[in-house]
């Protein structure tokens, strides 16, 4: 499969690359029955992961994507998504590792479809500066949210409705899209009262999983994304990621490897694609890593503050920034660096226009080889500073490789939570901000979290500085 | 000077705010004496830092840089920094902070000066479509490099001229403007062959300090950014953050609370600004912590690998992502939170055009409202999680205001070094990185590092997995 291959490189993550500082080899053989262990819980499992199903059972809601996709592809100037965190993150890794690096600035004719936006803040300056730059009339929205109580997105719809039947009258409902939940929450209500027929976010796929189903795949067919490929990708990773062992199993290394090294004290996980294309979906990854594995109690209900943070860096332009501390700094981290063997366009250095001295030496080279030299040159550099590292090599950025990507880290994801026996698919620790800001928004039903909250910040402060 | 006004809030660092996981109160009398120590060697040391004059000795550099600025601004429709690291941050964080968020897309009259692009990668696909956008021939390019051995940056710049040759002939020298070293270097010997007036990279101003200066500054002006009150910003926290106390300068609290945190073990500090328009600012910031403060010996040569991971994030945007973990997961970071009291833009959430039911508590309420709530029932979760943070509260985000900005965390940086008594200024880690990379492109003198290279990659591999 040539243009869709993938290669994990994983030697090192161990002593005899890195030194002192890295796994012990004999760390997988002692971790036989644990990993044993965690692939029976992660077949037992399978069922209620309803992501894992999404490469396989999505035949008719494929074709419903494709159909609307296409519809708004050819109906429309703009495609807006309104959704925040799970529901944005998705969308972004698709756009920027499949489009044109600068495709809402080319000519409709070089697009081939609308403009493409991701709304995921409630900046009021960056909000209304979408409307600076977009006709609303000729914009579509997508909507996602799978129970409604998201009030980023909800204040987010309310403005565009709002403003959309000023623009446009009664016929505003034809720019609304909306992805939500199957039969319950508000938005389904919504939905249901106003008449739009809405996609489903599935029972069990929770939202930083939730990129292979309608919240990815309709910007996908949007932009004219191979959505089959990127499923077919998904599935063929499946094939490897339900392997029993980790020798066959890189998803299962993946995790066995970072639990250990967590539990070493390494508590920090470097994105570091060498892709300007795959810089959001390092983004994709830290909230996938970090929402799934930061986790106050295990499956026992013991406190283990358990969690690696996620950073999200890109190659080459981060050498300039990071790499002092990648290399020098403290034994805290992996990184894990991502490089495309043929990018989409083969740039020359050519010779200069003016005499550029001893600078000549690129002369003749690509930016290609510059880009690939480096990532080899900064690997050479982490692993002879004893830092631990692995390395995954896309043969080409594509929708099947990408759609295993996405697959890979969810399937190492859940595995690495198995391995930390913790609920690797709630989020507990995300409600005391949002019942705050409900509070604070005065929602009805939180007057006392409102009164708290107004109490703790009339306290008196010290150590407060006015410049 | 109200709308330039800046707070800084440190009570959430402490164990009253945040329980035993915070820094005992005690610790800042405790350090009265290395704080003293600090402040004397700040003071020494002051010419030496000759970043910290930037704000009071360049009033001949600015006059220049304005007309050249108004040259540029008048005379291209784009603007293309070519520079890499400390060469690019800056400019980013200047042109994200100050001007329209979608800047590019807005119509030359609205935009008011020519498109902005800082090319900081050699990703070929996405330096390939630069050329898609615009026309070279009407685009000036600021090539800053204080070596012109950066071999990025240098492999644009040969690109860059071929391809301006090729579309205008010997005009093409018009369309180039540089900054680099005072008299030394590779890029300097360059623009003197080709008769390019060069604006200066002064002596003692690193990469990651030298946002006030030319390398920052030419982007200001060319963006019609006021240059004079982005210093006087500066000049007015330079004035706070050289006074000798943690009681009067908050850069030395900072400083302090952080290195204090670090004796603790806490490796990682967050800066989470909640407004869009900060979010370059935050990797600027993560330049400077991690080169500065990521160092492997301290003065005396003691092995220490100090350093603290910078990680950016995005109010309220990551709060969907990151905060499950900063709530739950272990107590290893410090959060800083910036806040924007008056954005540009008030924007309400009216009424939906359609019933919303319980969602409609939001209604009647702005975007600005809630971004602030967010923010503050954000803060609230991660102290009552016993998570250390700290905010800093921007009257609004201006010239002026950024310019305390970079100002302060440049001094906070430098008063942490001191305390840990490593030196802030230089990035020795960096070397290997580069030295591999002129090896792999093959640049004269480095053939046995080359070799040394292609043997080790020949090594045979166990843990490799095909996809």
Same mark, same amino acid.
């Given at each position: 499969?040539?243009?869709? +291959?993938?290669?994990?490189?994983?030697?090192?993550?161990?002593?005899? +690359?890195?030194?002192?500082? =890295?796994?012990?080899?004999?760390?997988? &053989?002692?971790?036989?029955?644990?990993?044993?262990?965690?692939?029976?819980?992660?077949?037992?499992?399978?069922?209620?992961?309803?992501?894992?199903?999404?490469?396989?059972?999505?035949?008719? #809601?494929?074709?419903?994507?494709? !159909?609307?996709?296409?519809?708004?592809?050819?109906?429309?100037?703009?495609?807006?998504?309104?959704?925040?965190?799970?529901?944005?993150? =998705?969308? %972004?890794?698709?756009?920027?590792?499949?489009?044109?690096?600068?495709?809402?600035?080319?000519?409709?004719?070089?697009?081939?479809?609308?403009?493409?936006?991701?709304?995921?803040?409630?900046?009021?300056?960056?909000? !209304?500066?979408?409307?600076?730059? *977009?006709?609303?009339?000729?914009?579509?929205?997508?909507?996602?949210? %799978?129970?409604?109580?998201?009030?980023?997105?909800?204040?987010?719809?309310?403005?565009?409705?709002?403003?959309? !039947?000023?623009?446009?009258?009664?016929?505003?409902?034809?720019?609304?899209?909306?992805?939500?939940?199957?039969?319950?929450?508000?938005?389904?209500? *919504?939905?249901?009262?106003?008449?739009? %027929?809405?996609?489903?976010?599935?029972?069990?796929?929770?939202?930083?999983?939730?990129?292979? /189903?309608?919240?990815?795949?309709?910007?996908?067919?949007?932009?004219?994304?191979?959505?089959? +490929?990127?499923?077919?990708?998904?599935? $063929?990773?499946?094939? *490897? /990621?339900?392997?029993?062992?980790?020798?066959?199993?890189?998803?299962?290394?993946?995790?066995?490897?970072?639990?250990?090294?967590?539990?070493?004290?390494?508590?920090?996980?470097?994105?570091?694609?060498?892709?300007?294309?795959?810089? &959001?979906?390092?983004?994709?990854?830290?909230?996938?890593?970090?929402?799934?594995?930061?986790?106050?109690?295990?499956?026992?209900?013991?406190?283990?503050?358990?969690?690696?943070?996620?950073?999200?860096?890109?190659?080459?332009?981060?050498?300039?920034?990071?790499?002092?501390?990648?290399?020098?700094?403290?034994?805290?981290?992996?990184?894990?660096?991502?490089?495309?063997?043929?990018?989409?366009?083969?740039?020359?250095?050519?010779?200069?226009?003016?005499?550029?001295?001893?600078?000549?030496?690129?002369?003749?080279?690509?930016?290609?080889?510059? *880009? $690939?030299?480096?990532?080899?040159?900064?690997?050479?550099?982490? @692993?002879?500073?004893?830092?631990?590292?692995? /390395?995954?090599?896309?043969?080409?950025?594509?929708?099947? @490789?990408? =759609?295993?990507?996405?697959?890979?880290?969810?399937?190492?994801? +859940? $595995?690495?939570?198995?391995?930390?026996?913790?609920?690797?698919?709630?989020?507990?620790?995300?409600?005391?901000?949002?019942?705050?800001?409900?509070?604070?928004?005065?929602?009805?039903?939180?007057?006392?979290?409102?009164?708290?909250?107004?109490?703790?910040?009339?306290?008196?402060?010290?150590? #407060?500085?006015?410049?």
């Amino acid at each position: 499969m040539g243009k869709n +291959a993938i290669r994990f490189h994983f030697n090192n993550m161990f002593r005899p +690359a890195v030194g002192e500082h =890295g796994l012990d080899m004999a760390a997988i &053989p002692a971790a036989a029955e644990a990993v044993a262990r965690m692939h029976a819980a992660m077949c037992v499992k399978k069922e209620q992961m309803a992501w894992r199903q999404l490469p396989y059972n999505q035949q008719q #809601v494929v074709a419903e994507v494709k !159909q609307t996709g296409a519809y708004i592809r050819a109906s429309f100037d703009n495609f807006v998504v309104l959704g925040i965190g799970g529901s944005a993150l =998705g969308s %972004k890794a698709l756009f920027a590792a499949c489009c044109h690096p600068r495709y809402n600035a080319l000519s409709a004719e070089r697009r081939g479809g609308p403009r493409f936006y991701v709304e995921d803040n409630v900046d009021p300056d960056r909000l !209304q500066s979408l409307f600076d730059v *977009i006709d609303i009339k000729r914009t579509a929205f997508h909507v996602i949210s %799978k129970s409604g109580n998201t009030v980023e997105t909800m204040s987010q719809f309310i403005l565009v409705t709002d403003l959309l !039947q000023k623009a446009m009258g009664a016929d505003f409902r034809r720019n609304i899209f909306v992805t939500t939940d199957k039969e319950s929450g508000l938005m389904k209500k *919504i939905a249901d009262a106003a008449g739009w %027929k809405s996609f489903v976010v599935p029972d069990g796929v929770g939202g930083r999983f939730s990129v292979l /189903c309608p919240v990815g795949l309709l910007s996908a067919a949007v932009l004219g994304i191979d959505v089959d +490929a990127l499923l077919e990708g998904a599935a $063929a990773m499946d094939k *490897i /990621c339900t392997q029993p062992t980790v020798e066959e199993n890189p998803a299962y290394l993946y995790a066995l490897l970072y639990t250990e090294a967590m539990k070493q004290g390494v508590n920090i996980s470097v994105m570091l694609p060498y892709a300007d294309a795959l810089a &959001p979906f390092s983004e994709w990854y830290c909230q996938l890593w970090a929402e799934s594995l930061g986790k106050a109690v295990d499956n026992q209900g013991k406190p283990v503050h358990y969690g690696q943070t996620p950073v999200r860096a890109l190659g080459v332009t981060d050498q300039h920034s990071q790499i002092q501390l990648y290399n020098e700094g403290p034994y805290d981290k992996i990184i894990t660096f991502i490089g495309v063997e043929h990018f989409r366009n083969t740039l020359l250095i050519p010779s200069a226009a003016v005499p550029v001295f001893e600078a000549d030496y690129v002369c003749g080279h690509s930016f290609n080889e510059l *880009i $690939a030299h480096e990532m080899q040159a900064t690997i050479h550099a982490v @692993t002879t500073h004893g830092k631990m590292n692995n /390395c995954i090599w896309l043969e080409s950025l594509n929708a099947c @490789t990408l =759609g295993k990507l996405f697959f890979f880290f969810e399937m190492a994801t +859940a $595995a690495a939570g198995e391995l930390l026996q913790i609920d690797a698919f709630n989020q507990p620790g995300v409600e005391a901000g949002k019942v705050a800001t409900f509070a604070l928004m005065g929602r009805p039903g939180y007057e006392d979290v409102a009164r708290q909250l107004s109490e703790k910040h009339s306290a008196s402060e010290s150590y #407060v500085f006015h410049a």
